[in-house]
């Protein structure tokens, strides 16, 4: 008998531990961890891109904790089932506490005589149910204890409940983040005006119209704007807007952002004066010729270029002078690294290629997020969760029959010292009005 009260009592140590605010803390910081590595690294690709750009070890760590697709992974998804888990049992442990004094803090027990923390000798007041009101206190109680009379007053009572409702409010947060990473849609799309930009896995697609690039006088960026015309599979207009940061379109609950820009060429490849690829070619793209074993990264442009002291610059952001920084990889090491400008051939082993015609691409964000309004929800439940704990703190006062008047005294969980000011400031004011004897 007794190794079985000692298995129970472990156990329940066990589960309290797992529904405490301790271990929520701890995983609420591992999904935190986890999600920012997921915001650090690409999202996505394939094993080749990170084999390409990061080192054996990193890699290696990338694949065992799925780090190229966080939102999808087994680890942010029992994060998040056991976070949910203790955000649920912390919320239930704090629900029959918050009725249960909710429901004591209704009527006057003689105990709360023995709570006199803000208490005032002696109040004369004709009439104590009145002054009560004046207070504030809208729910009063007349009681007769040992043949002296208790006027009880209380007030914001609901502020029982504040910690349960942030519980429950983190709990609908996480939980709604959730589903829209794991069920939610999201993916990028760049392009130049004229090019029809295809999101995956759906029915929908954009015309680009135009992007544009507004400057400041020192040649800041001031916005980026992209026109676009949002179609359906069968090529009807379903919106034409313009995008800018901080301004998405929002259509058949899709949100489009504008999400960033930069330079494309087109490159023209031969082997042997024989054409071999022509395709587009992005900035901080990477051009694969595997049959050669070669790569060619376009690591950045200048469109306005200028040497100076052995460091490379750009005058403007207009093509005055346009040069790009190219980088030659052969069985995936670099083997030659140099400055070209357009249209200039650069041969190497037999391989030479061209890029011409530099153009702005834009990139745009397509998000679908199922769990956006219950996020908004939670997050409203906290912050009335939040000012019902720290401003709306319950209190009650009772007004005690002596033989010279009454004797005044109260209480409240928080901010002691501030309620018996308040009452004071009540009692001068009433006094000032006439209410002594």
Request: net charge negative; proline share 3%; with cysteine.
């Amino acid at each position: 008998m007794g190794n079985g009260g000692t298995g129970k009592k472990r156990k329940g140590r066990i589960l309290r531990f797992f529904s405490s605010m301790k271990f929520g803390m701890i995983l609420l910081a591992l999904l935190a961890l986890y999600s920012t590595l997921g915001t650090l690294l690409p999202q996505g690709n394939l094993p080749g891109f990170y084999e390409e750009n990061y080192s054996e070890t990193l890699v290696r760590f990338i694949e065992v904790f799925q780090l190229s697709d966080v939102y999808h992974s087994i680890y942010f998804m029992v994060l998040t089932m056991l976070l949910s888990v203790n955000l649920f049992f912390c919320s239930i442990r704090r629900l029959p506490s918050a009725i249960r004094q909710y429901r004591k803090s209704e009527v006057f027990e003689s105990d709360l005589l023995q709570r006199k923390n803000t208490e005032i000798e002696t109040v004369s007041t004709q009439d104590p149910r009145k002054f009560l009101t004046n207070l504030g206190f809208r729910k009063t109680e007349e009681v007769i204890l040992e043949e002296k009379k208790i006027w009880y007053g209380v007030r914001r009572r609901a502020g029982y409940f504040g910690s349960f409702i942030v519980h429950l409010g983190l709990l609908v947060v996480i939980v709604a983040f959730a589903a829209g990473k794991i069920w939610g849609y999201e993916t990028y799309v760049r392009g130049i005006p004229g090019d029809e930009l295809f999101m995956e896995d759906t029915e929908y697609h954009m015309d680009l119209n135009d992007f544009d690039i507004e400057y400041r006088s020192d040649y800041s960026i001031h916005q980026y704007i992209s026109t676009v015309d949002y179609k359906s599979s069968e090529g009807e207009i379903l919106k034409s807007e313009e995008i800018s940061v901080n301004d998405p379109m929002r259509v058949k609950g899709y949100k489009v952002y504008q999400s960033g820009t930069g330079w494309m060429m087109n490159i023209i490849v031969n082997k042997e004066e024989e054409e071999i690829r022509r395709e587009r070619f992005y900035q901080s793209g990477i051009l694969f010729l595997e049959e050669e074993n070669l790569a060619i990264e376009f690591r950045n442009f200048y469109p306005d270029f200028l040497l100076s002291d052995g460091k490379i610059y750009t005058r403007t952001p207009f093509l005055n002078n346009p040069r790009y920084l190219f980088t030659l990889y052969e069985n995936g090491e670099s083997v030659y690294m140099n400055v070209a400008s357009i249209g200039e051939t650069v041969t190497y082993k037999g391989i030479s290629f061209q890029a011409f015609e530099p153009r702005l691409y834009t990139v745009l964000q397509v998000v679908k997020d199922p769990g956006a309004i219950f996020a908004g929800i939670g997050g409203v439940m906290m912050l009335l969760g939040l000012l019902l704990t720290f401003y709306y703190v319950p209190q009650h006062i009772i007004f005690e029959e002596q033989e010279a008047g009454w004797l005044l005294h109260g209480d409240t969980p928080k901010n002691k010292e501030a309620f018996r000011l308040y009452l004071e400031e009540k009692l001068e004011e009433h006094k000032t009005k006439g209410g002594e004897k």
